[in-house]
């Protein structure tokens, strides 16, 4: 059980154009769901949290207008990176949060997104 | 504030050596301690974790933690490493309130030698 899965896996796309990344608890339901970047040979960064029902809580230095979060239900989130540019190509991974009182987050596989 | 500390960037061992892999935290109360691993290109992987009770933790792949609190420790052991197991380790806390986020360490990239 607990299983997250996101998609696309990987993704290739142009300068300026946007990509939407979907994370998804598939048998059960988050309340809470966070979104990770991770840069080559990096640790996880926490760009954002994401309460389903709510906007999203961006850490500091992420652009909330550049990467587009939306959690409408208890098994969906989405990440958006609007404009993408070379410098957003990253591996950026979710998770997510068992009910309202779990203790541990569930990670999906993660996305690679190569902007060219 | 929370803190995660993998003081050691890269560790090479020989096949079939002991391996420990360090982790200190720094957290006001008491935390929740994760050990996850990461294959390159992959997701992580949950190797074991602490939230309570033994402070001796046994996860899979024949890893095992303790969670030492007086020196703020969660450090990774393996008897006998296989060559399977080169990759990138994460240790990783939890706040347990709130948001419940996580504060990952900045991973140990293990290498192991035939």
């Known amino acids: 059980g607990a299983v997250v899965s996101q998609h696309p896996s990987w993704v290739i796309c142009k300068s300026g154009t946007s990509v939407k990344i979907e994370c998804r608890s598939l048998?059960?339901?988050?309340?809470?769901m966070f979104w990770y970047r991770q840069f080559p040979k990096q640790s996880l960064m926490l760009m954002a949290t994401?309460?389903?029902?709510?906007?999203?809580?961006?850490e500091q230095g992420v652009e909330k207008d550049k990467f587009l979060i939306n959690h409408a239900s208890l098994t969906l989130s989405t990440l958006t990176v609007t404009s993408a540019h070379p410098e957003d190509s990253s591996f950026y991974i979710c998770?997510?949060?068992?009910?309202?009182?779990?203790?541990?987050?569930?990670f999906g596989p993660g996305t690679r997104l190569t902007v060219l | 504030a929370q803190s995660v500390t993998q003081p050691d960037i890269h560790i090479t061992v020989s096949e079939g050596a002991s391996l420990e892999l360090r982790c200190n935290y720094s957290?006001?109360?008491?935390?929740?301690l994760f050990w996850y691993v990461q294959s390159p290109g992959q997701g992580l992987q949950l190797l074991l974790k602490?939230?309570?009770?033994?402070?001796l933790v046994q996860g899979i792949k024949g890893f095992e933690a303790e969670f030492k609190r007086s020196q703020s420790s969660f450090n990774l052991r393996k008897p006998s490493v296989h060559w399977s197991d080169a990759a990138e380790y994460f240790c990783?806390?939890?706040?347990?309130?709130?948001?419940?986020?996580?504060?990952f360490g900045t991973g140990t990239r293990l290498k192991v030698l035939a």
């Open positions: 998770s997510a949060r068992l009910g309202i009182s779990g203790n541990e987050q569930f």
């Open positions: 994401s309460n389903e029902g709510s906007k999203a809580t961006y």
């Open positions: 990783a806390v939890g706040t347990g309130s709130g948001t419940y986020q996580y504060n």
């Open positions: 048998d059960f339901q988050a309340t809470t």
């Open positions: 957290y006001g109360a008491t935390p929740y």
């Open positions: 602490y939230f309570s009770g033994d402070t």
